[in-house]
């Protein structure tokens, strides 16, 4: 039926094109035909206008002279007009409405001889017309029209408005017989002005290279330039010198003749020299012009060579790698101090100093540096052994300072190595700080167990250095060369407490830390000494030294690279007819975004479709195209870097964005396109969708985000169910203090993971309804006041949820979707991880409340649309490229994620279960999500404890009714009672054969029913009160 519709509806449209071009051919034969017919007329007219002939002709001489008077000879060149632009198809309009417009126009003019000239004559009406007539048949008015035309205007607005009238209307006419416009014009008028303009500049600059010659000529013959001379004598003084004056006048009077034909000898000379500039002007600008043809010639081969070359070698490898050409910046015709400006800004040249976040880093070193005493600070590969460290905590743990060359008697440093908040490079080295790891003998002289009584307290006026006696001086080295990457600046502690108290880090060796009764393995405990009440330790955040520095690639030639993608950009725009300019360039890691704004009536569009051409003209494997930026009248054109850069999970977490963020959900994403430190709040998302192909970058994303929590907040703030069916991914993060539970690796057991999430998400509401709060901060705000214990927020991290849908489709759908929708509340928060977020994976009730989304690499535009509901992620570059697209974003934003290395989670990990945080899981949850996990057998319809019916068809226990009330069965009866097809009927008596509610089948007879009513209401109650207990434990 679609298919018929479909080739009807074809049918239609070609027949109305047809009739449409039958049309078109039709009138445009009509228009011809008048034309002809048009021309002939304007010939006939020409002629009886023109020559008087007799009889008839001479009539009709008169009639047209009589009528019209002088403008009837304008009637034939108007028609001529006419007739020839129709003929040459111009767009004027029909011809009939340009014939009488041209009759108007005619009969205007007849009526302004009338206004302009003779006035109005004497007589009555019909004596003025034949007047009028007889005037216009011998030549001296504008005819009997000139009457019905200009007598009216004279006698109702008088000769001034009369005219005024006149022209107006004539000026209208001329302009729709024409088809002319004001802007057109305008222009007309414009153009004889503009020609009078270059006349007079051209002039005025052939007269100041004449008098720059002239003047070039006199101050080679060494003489000061012409000027208007004025011999002024006057007598200054009297007697001899006067006499001496008077004299030297004399001389100048008989040395004026030869002087007068000296100057006149000098501007004949003049005049020559100025003919012969002339001359050479000439000669230059005639071998310009030949120089000029030459090239144009010369580039008219190399254009016919290059396509000569372009056809032999298209099938060639060359042909689609060309190597690239370099660009000379002096010939450049779009280098600009603004481009190079910005270039500079974006990359700095070699020696000019540091970079921007170098400098920021410089200038806050004066204000963050810490008033407590300088402590050593351990190399990164001491940390490959956390055994031998232990921290004395009396403060923030794990901090950290610089080392400088320093003396009891001398001062940290002098004010005047400070200036304009920058320490001076004399009295700072880098990298001097670091020792070698001391044996374990050296560890045990140099540090001595005290008494705790006799810990010193350092006061604020005079801070306590750790300077332990026998610890053996480090030979003093050549200082390390500066470079801005070593420094590494800590945030002060938040609290004017926690500043006065110096903290410091104790390397202890194993036999001491089990002296103390303490295992290497986390478990804390006496075995003599009897011990006081059990108190949960504290948590100790890792150290930042154990995570990697990566080092920084060589981009030496990095504003040369800058330059040409910006000016191939502008230039390719051009070449497609797309003016543009340059306004802002943003590095990132991984890509370089060139802002590029637009001239004025340029469409997006014609932008965007470019995409192909301008990745093929910077050999580029792809560039993405964001128009317009959101809040920039700009185009974002993001061009790969050549070299990219990787972001390390550790200049993140150091980052000052990250340590003081607030919220105990804070997580490092990476940087930005600007190159800016990217960190999200799962708390505000509150639910993310990270999505992309194998190998984008999902894994490595996952990892990052539970390190920075492990970084950035407690286990009595932040607990995690992690989900992993890979079971390779996130087995290794089995034994820290923040998981509820081990990683669920059973994709049955997950099923049973997120009911235990929905009944403690529903427990938790119960308890916000109880105290009167809204959510889980309000909440931790009464508990603090009652004196409960704080909730702590739950994140569940699924790594993959394609495989967990195979594997049980209901029940993680069900308990997603509840969770999704109601757990922000409750301080309970998704991140689910899969490749393609499909119908069949991820339900749009799902999506539509998980508004956060995250996508890597995908290979196709449907794909991106998939995740994002917009295209862009099909052309990122993989390796942790992504588009974050947080709630409430408009467009989603390109960021380079961080890279964490499994030796990195390893060593993180290793720390925190040797720090001595007890790590115990709740075995009731464990219980839980066994009861709720999802079995084979269950699925198969086995019996289920306490006569619940829960993983059944949820009609059977409207079956069981009706047969216990009427005490047969049959799969009819169920079909007519429940309005059900015979499949599901049937299933149902399948499944009450097995539960044993009713008997075996027994031919056409209807089955047995082995159940009483009574029985059937005592099952009912029992199941009803085991849900009712399993909901309290909960």
């Known amino acids: 039926m679609a298919t018929k519709k479909t080739s009807s509806r074809t049918k239609s449209k070609s027949a109305a094109a047809t009739e449409r071009e039958r049309k078109k051919r039709e009138l445009h034969s009509r228009q011809q035909f008048w034309a002809i017919v048009v021309f002939a007329v304007a010939v006939f007219i020409m002629a009886t206008t023109l020559v008087e002939g007799q009889n008839v002709w001479n009539w009709i001489h008169n009639f047209f002279l009589g009528m019209f008077g002088w403008s009837a000879y304008l009637i034939a060149p108007l028609l001529f007009y006419v007739s020839i632009m129709t003929a040459l198809d111009k767009p004027i309009g029909l011809v009939g409405h340009k014939v009488w417009q041209s009759m108007l126009l005619i009969c205007l003019l007849s009526g302004a001889t009338q206004v302009f000239g003779s006035g109005i004559p004497n007589g009555n009406l019909i004596e003025k017309f034949l007047s009028l007539f007889q005037n216009g048949v011998d030549g001296h008015g504008g005819g009997a029209v000139s009457g019905l035309f200009g007598l009216p205007l004279l006698y109702w607005f008088g000769p001034t408005g009369a005219k005024v009238t006149m022209v107006l209307l004539i000026f209208v006419v001329l302009m729709v017989l024409t088809g002319g416009t004001l802007i057109g014009l305008y222009q007309s008028a414009k153009k004889p002005m503009q020609k009078m303009e270059e006349v007079y500049v051209a002039h005025s600059e052939i007269r100041n290279q004449q008098r720059q010659l002239r003047q070039e000529q006199m101050m080679e013959e060494g003489q000061a330039p012409t000027k208007p001379r004025f011999n002024i004598n006057i007598p200054l003084g009297s007697g001899k010198r006067a006499e001496q004056e008077d004299g030297l006048q004399t001389d100048s009077f008989f040395n004026a003749k030869r002087k007068k034909e000296e100057e006149l000898e000098r501007l004949r000379q003049a005049q020559e020299d100025t003919e012969k500039g002339r001359a050479a002007m000439r000669e230059k600008l005639e071998l310009e012009r030949a120089e000029q043809k030459r090239q144009e010639q010369q580039r008219a081969e190399q254009i016919a060579a290059e396509r000569r070359e372009l056809e032999q070698s298209v099938e060639s490898d060359s042909f689609w790698n060309p190597p690239e050409e370099p660009v000379d910046e002096q010939e450049s015709q779009l280098s600009s101090p603004y481009l190079d400006d910005l270039i500079n800004r974006v990359a700095p040249a070699a020696g000019s100093g540091y970079a921007r976040e170098d400098q920021a880093v410089l200038h806050t070193l004066k204000s963050n540096m810490p008033n407590a005493g300088v402590r050593p600070v351990v190399d990164s590969a001491d940390w490959d052994h956390p055994s031998h460290l232990h921290e004395e905590r009396m403060g923030d743990p794990c901090q950290t300072g610089f080392s400088w060359e320093q003396t009891e008697q001398q001062p940290l440093l002098e004010e005047e190595d400070i200036a304009d908040g920058f320490i001076s490079m004399q009295n700072f080295h880098f990298g001097q700080h670091v020792q070698e790891e001391p044996t374990e003998s050296e560890m045990d002289e140099i540090f001595q167990p005290a008494a705790p009584q006799e810990t010193p307290i350092a006061e604020e006026e005079e801070p306590v250095f750790f300077q332990p006696q026998e610890m053996p001086m480090v030979e003093e080295e050549e200082p390390v060369p500066f470079h801005p990457d070593n420094i590494h600046l800590e945030p002060e502690p938040p609290t004017g407490s926690r500043r006065e108290q110096p903290h410091e880090i104790i390397q202890v060796s194993a036999d001491?830390?089990?002296?103390?009764?303490?295992?290497?393995?986390?478990?804390?405990?006496?075995?003599?000494?009897?011990?006081?009440?059990?108190?949960?330790?504290?948590?100790?955040?890792?150290?930042?030294?154990?995570?990697?520095?990566?080092?920084?690639?060589?981009?030496?030639?990095?504003?040369?690279?800058?330059?040409?993608?910006?000016?191939?950009?502008?230039?390719?725009?051009?070449?497609?007819?797309?003016?543009?300019?340059?306004?802002?360039?943003?590095?990132?890691?991984?890509?370089?975004?060139?802002?590029?704004?637009?001239?004025?009536?340029?469409?997006?569009?014609?932008?965007?479709?470019?995409?192909?051409?301008?990745?093929?003209?910077?050999?580029?494997?792809?560039?993405?195209?964001?128009?317009?930026?959101?809040?920039?009248?700009?185009?974002?054109?993001?061009?790969?870097?050549?070299?990219?850069?990787?972001?390390?999970?550790?200049?993140?977490?150091?980052?000052?964005?990250?340590?003081?963020?607030?919220?105990?959900?804070?997580?490092?994403?990476?940087?930005?396109?600007?190159?800016?430190?990217?960190?999200?709040?799962?708390?505000?998302?509150?639910?993310?969708?990270?999505?992309?192909?194998?190998?984008?970058?999902?894994?490595?994303?996952?990892?990052?985000?539970?390190?920075?929590?492990?970084?950035?907040?407690?286990?009595?703030?932040v607990k995690l169910v992690l989900i992993d069916p890979k079971m390779v991914e996130l087995g290794i993060y089995n034994g820290i203090p923040h998981l509820l539970i081990p990683v669920v690796t059973d994709p049955k057991k997950a099923a049973g993971a997120l009911s235990w999430a929905v009944n403690e998400m529903l427990n938790r509401y119960q308890l916000f309804k109880d105290y009167s709060v809204r959510d889980m901060t309000g909440f931790n705000r009464a508990a603090e006041k009652n004196g409960l214990k704080p909730m702590p927020q739950i994140v569940i991290i699924i790594d993959e949820l394609a495989d967990l849908m195979m594997a049980a489709p209901g029940e993680v759908e069900d308990s997603i979707c509840r969770l999704a929708q109601m757990a922000r509340a409750a301080g309970m928060h998704l991140v689910i991880a899969t490749q393609r977020p499909s119908v069949d994976v991820i339900t749009g009730v799902i999506k539509a409340n998980i508004p956060s989304r995250i996508a890597f690499a995908v290979s196709s535009q449907i794909d991106s649309r998939t995740i994002l509901d917009s295209s862009g992620a099909e052309k990122l570059l993989g390796r942790g490229d992504m588009l974050f697209s947080p709630i409430g974003s408009s467009k989603p934003t390109r960021v380079q994620g961080c890279f964490v290395t499994d030796g990195e989670v390893e060593r993180i990990i290793e720390f925190i279960k040797q720090s001595g945080q007890k790590m115990t899981y709740d075995e009731q949850i464990l219980q839980e999500i066994d009861r709720h996990a999802v079995s084979d057998n269950k699925k198969k319809g086995g019996k289920d404890e306490g006569g619940g019916f829960s993983d059944e068809d949820e009609m059977l226990p409207s079956a069981i009714e009706i047969v216990v009330e009427t005490g047969q069965a049959s799969t009819s009866m169920l079909q007519r009672r429940l309005k059900l097809g015979y499949a599901r009927a049937a299933r149902l008596m399948d499944a009450m054969e097995e539960k044993g509610i009713i008997g075996p089948f027994e031919g056409s007879k209807p089955r047995q029913v082995l159940i009483t009513k009574e029985r059937w209401i005592e099952m009912k109650m029992v199941a009803a009160a085991k849900a009712e207990d399993d909901r309290r434990n909960y």
């Open 512 to 717: 001491r830390i089990a002296a103390q009764g303490m295992d290497l393995q986390g478990a804390s405990h006496s075995v003599d000494a009897p011990q006081p009440e059990e108190e949960e330790p504290e948590y100790i955040k890792p150290p930042i030294e154990i995570l990697n520095e990566i080092e920084k690639p060589n981009e030496s030639n990095l504003q040369e690279e800058l330059r040409t993608n910006a000016e191939k950009l502008v230039s390719t725009l051009q070449s497609f007819g797309v003016q543009t300019r340059i306004i802002d360039i943003a590095r990132g890691p991984a890509v370089t975004r060139y802002e590029l704004q637009p001239s004025a009536g340029v469409k997006i569009s014609k932008i965007t479709n470019l995409a192909d051409d301008i990745a093929l003209n910077l050999a580029a494997s792809g560039v993405r195209i964001e128009a317009p930026i959101p809040n920039k009248p700009a185009v974002g054109i993001e061009v790969p870097n050549k070299v990219v850069s990787t972001v390390s999970i550790r200049e993140i977490i150091d980052s000052p964005e990250f340590q003081q963020a607030k919220s105990p959900l804070a997580v490092a994403l990476g940087r930005d396109i600007a190159g800016k430190v990217t960190v999200a709040d799962l708390a505000k998302m509150p639910h993310t969708l990270i999505a992309g192909s194998t190998g984008s970058g999902k894994s490595v994303c996952i990892n990052s985000l539970i390190v920075s929590m492990l970084y950035h907040s407690t286990p009595q703030e």
